[in-house]
């Protein structure tokens, strides 16, 4: 039935909708707003790390003795994605690497004394910039708004997540 819906409106007066009536298009544009914000705010501070170096060193911090595997799929990006990730972080002196005692095909991963001093210093930029991003809701939308994204990408049940 709502499938049914969804059509139905996809297809008002015989023509077919819009992008900006989309909801791919909807999430694309708060993706690449998002993403503004938060380098905007990286450069005034004067840090070149991305969103995804930001949410991985939080996953990493979250979960001594992760693996690469683990980190990817607490943050929802794909192994191939995160090794790189990971590599840039290493590079930068932020993440160390080593073979895991566990699964010698893993290589677990920690924040160097570097990566957590940076990773606290971010907290307060990051934390403010979450407002830029849904200023324009009210606090009763901005909670309605993190429930729904939360069920439309499934992580509103009590189901391990993916690796």
């Given at each position: 039935?709502?499938n049914?819906?969804?059509l139905?409106d996809?297809?008002q007066k015989?023509r077919v909708?819009k992008?900006?009536?989309?909801v791919?298009?909807m999430?694309?544009?708060?993706?690449q707003?998002?993403?503004?914000?938060?380098?905007?705010?990286?450069?005034?501070?004067?840090?070149?790390?991305?969103?995804v170096q930001?949410a991985?060193?939080?996953?990493i911090l979250e979960?001594?003795?992760?693996?690469?595997?683990?980190?990817?799929?607490?943050?929802?990006y794909?192994r191939?994605?995160?090794?790189?990730?990971i590599?840039r972080?290493?590079?930068?002196?932020?993440?160390?690497?080593q073979?895991?005692?566990?699964?010698?095909r893993?290589r677990?991963v920690a924040?160097t004394?570097e990566g957590e001093?940076?990773f606290?210093r971010?907290?307060?930029?990051?934390?403010g910039?979450?407002?830029?991003i849904?200023?324009?809701?009210?606090?009763?939308?901005q909670?309605?708004?993190f429930?729904?994204a939360?069920?439309?990408?499934?992580e509103?049940?009590?189901e391990?997540?993916p690796?």
């Amino acid at each position: 039935m709502r499938n049914l819906l969804v059509l139905r409106d996809i297809h008002q007066k015989g023509r077919v909708m819009k992008a900006h009536g989309m909801v791919g298009h909807m999430i694309r544009r708060l993706n690449q707003l998002s993403t503004q914000v938060f380098f905007r705010h990286m450069q005034e501070a004067g840090l070149d790390l991305t969103s995804v170096q930001f949410a991985a060193m939080d996953a990493i911090l979250e979960n001594p003795g992760i693996d690469q595997a683990g980190v990817a799929g607490l943050i929802g990006y794909d192994r191939a994605t995160i090794g790189g990730v990971i590599d840039r972080l290493v590079q930068k002196g932020l993440v160390a690497r080593q073979v895991s005692k566990r699964d010698r095909r893993a290589r677990e991963v920690a924040l160097t004394p570097e990566g957590e001093a940076l990773f606290q210093r971010m907290l307060p930029i990051v934390a403010g910039l979450q407002a830029e991003i849904v200023g324009r809701l009210t606090p009763e939308e901005q909670a309605i708004f993190f429930k729904l994204a939360r069920k439309a990408i499934g992580e509103d049940r009590d189901e391990p997540r993916p690796e």
